[in-house]
C-alpha cells in the first residue's frame, strides 16, 4: 500500500467503516510510515474536538409552530386523489382544450363550407349541362330538319328551337348574323 | 347541289376579299366599325363555316370561325358574337371535336370584354370538359365562371 491509497480510506478507517482485512492494511501502513500516521493523528483530533464540543440547539417553539402552520396550509389546499392532479393543472388544461377544439371547430367548419361550396358548383355544373345537353338536342334536330327540307327542296317553315324570340326561318339553320335571325 | 355550293363558297370568298382589293374602304372600315358592314361579313363567314362543317372539313372549319371573332366588332355586338361562339363549339362538339371546340372558345374569349360573356364561354369550357369526362376541369371552369357571375370582375 501507498500514502494515495492510505490517505483515501484514511477517514473510513477513523469512522471504522472499513472491512477488517483493509482495516489491518491500512494499521500495518501507518505503523510503517510516519507521515501519514501523523495525518491520521490530525483528522483524530479534529474528530475528538468536534465531537467534543457538539451541543444539541433547543429549537424554539414559534419557528417549529409556524413550520407546522405552513405545512398544514399547504395540505389543506391542495384536494386529494384523482382530482387534485387536474385541479392544480386546470389553467394549463383548459388552455390546451380550448385551443384544441377551436383547432378542431374551425377545420370542421372549413370542411363543410368547402363540401357546400363544391355542392353548389356541382348543382350549378349540372344545371347548365343539362339546359346545354337540351339545347343541343334541339338544335340538332332543327338543323337535321333545315337539311331534309331543303334537300326536298320543299320550303318547309319552322321555328327555330333554340330560340323562342327568333323570328321563324324558311328553310336554313342558324345565323346569327342574319338580320331576321335575331 | 355541288354546282350551287360551290357558286355560294366563289361569291363569299370574293366578297371576303373585297376590303383587300379596296385598301382604302377597309381602312376606313377598321376606323369607324360599322355594326352592318362587319355583320353582313360575318353572315358570309358564318356560312362558310357551316359548310365546311357539313363537308367535315373542321380544321378548316375552325380557322374560318377564328377569322369571324377577329373582326372589327363594335362593343355592343358581343351578345351575338356570344352566341355564334356557342354556337360553333356546340357544333364541334357534336362532330366529336371537343379540342376544337376548346380551342374556338379560348379564342373566342379574347374578345369579350363583359364577365357575362366570359362567364357564359367558362361554363362552355366546364360542359366541353364534361363531356371528355374530364370533371376536374369542368369544376375548375365552372368554378370561375361563378366567380364571374357573382364579382361581376374579370
Known amino acids: ?182 | 347541289m355541288k354546282s350551287a355550293l360551290s357558286i355560294l363558297v366563289t361569291s363569299m370568298l370574293f366578297f371576303g376579299l373585297m376590303p383587300f382589293a379596296f385598301p382604302g374602304e377597309s381602312a376606313v372600315a377598321a376606323q369607324a366599325p360599322d355594326s352592318s358592314n362587319v355583320r353582313s361579313l360575318a353572315e358570309s363567314q358564318h356560312e362558310i363555316v357551316m359548310l365546311l362543317l357539313k363537308k367535315d372539313a373542321y380544321e378548316q372549319a375552325l380557322v374560318e370561325a377564328n377569322k369571324l371573332f377577329e373582326m372589327k366588332w363594335p362593343e355592343d355586338q358581343e351578345p351575338v358574337l356570344l352566341k355564334e361562339a356557342l354556337y360553333f363549339a356546340g357544333q364541334f362538339l357534336r362532330g366529336n371535336k371537343a379540342s376544337m371546340s376548346l380551342s374556338l372558345l379560348e379564342n373566342s374569349a379574347k374578345h369579350f370584354k363583359k364577365p357575362s360573356s366570359l362567364a357564359a364561354i367558362w361554363k362552355e369550357k366546364g360542359y366541353v370538359y364534361k363531356q371528355m369526362n374530364q370533371d376536374e376541369k369542368a369544376l375548375e371552369c365552372f368554378k370561375e365562371a361563378q366567380r364571374l357571375e357573382t364579382t361581376g370582375t374579370k
Open chain 1, 1 to 182: 500500500m501507498n500514502c494515495e491509497q492510505c490517505a483515501d480510506d484514511l477517514t473510513a478507517y477513523l469512522d471504522g467503516e472499513l472491512t477488517p482485512r483493509r482495516a489491518a492494511e491500512i494499521r500495518a501502513h501507518l505503523n510503517e510510515c510516519g507521515s501519514c500516521a501523523s495525518e491520521m493523528r490530525g483528522l483524530a483530533d479534529s474528530a475528538a474536538f468536534l465531537e467534543s464540543n457538539t451541543k444539541e440547539i433547543p429549537l424554539r417553539p414559534e419557528i417549529w409552530n409556524n413550520v407546522k402552520a405552513q405545512v398544514s396550509t399547504m395540505v389543506a389546499a391542495q384536494p386529494a386523489g384523482f382530482f387534485s392532479f387536474w385541479l392544480w393543472r386546470w389553467p394549463r388544461v383548459a388552455t390546451t382544450v380550448l385551443a384544441t377544439a377551436s383547432v378542431l371547430v374551425l377545420g370542421v367548419w372549413g370542411y363543410l363550407n368547402y363540401e357546400e361550396s363544391q355542392e353548389n358548383l356541382r348543382h350549378y355544373m349540372n344545371e347548365y349541362v343539362t339546359a346545354r345537353d337540351a339545347q343541343l338536342q334541339k338544335q340538332g334536330m332543327a338543323n337535321a330538319l333545315a337539311s331534309a327540307s331543303s334537300n326536298a327542296g320543299v320550303g318547309i317553315k319552322f321555328e327555330r328551337m333554340d330560340n323562342p324570340f327568333a323570328e321563324p326561318l324558311t328553310d336554313t339553320y342558324h345565323n346569327p348574323f342574319r338580320s331576321e335571325d335575331e
